[in-house]
């Protein structure tokens, strides 16, 4: 998506680690127009699937995932985070590891709002080694539903999780698909 | 706001502890549709204000300030929690008790995002006792921008926070406003 690649070249900042900052329209600060049209790309993209739910993880996938849900007329979820092993009997729960920040946390859907009839889109801004997306897979798994398919705003192709999520089948959908960050700032796109 | 209260009088459940659990639509599981309804109406409260970032909390209010930024057309910055007490110098850091969790964290904003030129509409899920409101609204100050309000969607009046902000100059607008809570699930509106 055209859009998206050249605010990530306007806007974006690599830092050390392969971190590839985009705080400032992204996941921090957010321009709520950039993530409208991302939503209709994806809405464009997904146009053949009957998705009845969108379903994130905080905090950043929340305002992509609530533009999806919009464009595509349909409740959004987020699982939420949660330091605690202690798992109540009422949400479906799986452990996924962050890159970011190099923790592990428990992540959470009540059982009241993922269910069997569901047609579920995932939504997340960062695809890297895809423990997050496999996660939500899990969720929807556990309660019976079906993924149709993740929309990603920014993959970082050369991290692999992407490649390893559709050799499994799942259809996934990326908006910028970076090959390469180069020492020098410099981007190179798939 | 009539179909914000209609909501909350079918979906909306009391819990023990005066908890008013609304996670079907508006803080687990959301409706966008009406998130987009919402931030309609605080446009039109807010119509007269120049209005050029919106500021929220993670996690639950992020699908409404995304929802504003977009009808106000201007980005929104959601401030993150933190346990750690360790604050760097590029961001603004107030703490925050929790009512809901019993707890108190560090709510930080990246100096980047937040300034003098800025001139805010705050916008939360629930107002109860007014903390996380009179944490945005110090982050703000801290970067020498101007609060020109408050957007909420449900305000427990009877807690008394809001009009504890208002008697402090605040311009708050909330779109359910709760006068009593039964213990057998009834509703009150003011």
Redesign the interface.
Known sequence: MELLEQRILKDGKILPGGILKV???LN??????L??EMALEWKRLFAGEEINKVLTI??SG??L???A??VF?C????A?KSKSRNIADDVYAVEVESFTHGNTNTVL??K??LGPGDRVLLIDDFLATGAALVGLKALVEQAGGQVEGAGIAIEKAFQGGGELLRAQGLRVESLARIAEMGDDGSIRFC
């Not at 921090?28 to 127009?33: E, L, M, V």
């Not at 409740?75 to 987020?78: E, I, Q, T, W």
């Open positions: 705080d400032g329209f921090h600060q957010i321009d709520p127009a993530a409208y905080e905090a929340i305002a995932a609530c533009m849900g919009y007329r409740p959004l979820v987020f939420k859907v009540s009241e709002y």
